[in-house]
């Protein structure tokens, strides 16, 4: 049974740094893509970031390019975003989520659309960028 588990959120002042970790489980990540997405207030969820478990390759939303760091621990099962010089539009609930069936830039667009056994989402972890 697949099954992620978000950590790390928290409230952080603008231009502060904060690290997600993405804990999972019941797969082995050579055959899936982990992706983080979040969702602000009154507006839909969007990708941010992925990582290939093939071959470590890594993707972002141009929002968060040079921002945003995602890597894996292969030995620990798991993800993580590094965000530093955060803003108050980084404001939202962050998601892991894990599918066999796309990578890349492309996972990052249709993430948000996709359930069932498509996917497989976490539960969610806040971070709240505020004074």
Known sequence: ?????????????????LKLACAYSGFRLDYYSIGWFRQAPGKEREGVSCISGSDGSTYYAESVEGRFTVSRDNLKNTVYLQMKSLKPEDTAVYYCAATQYYSGNYYLLVGPTLSGDKIDWGQGTQVTVSS
């Open 1 to 17: 049974q697949v099954q992620l588990v978000e950590s790390g959120g928290g409230l952080v002042q603008p231009g502060g740094s």
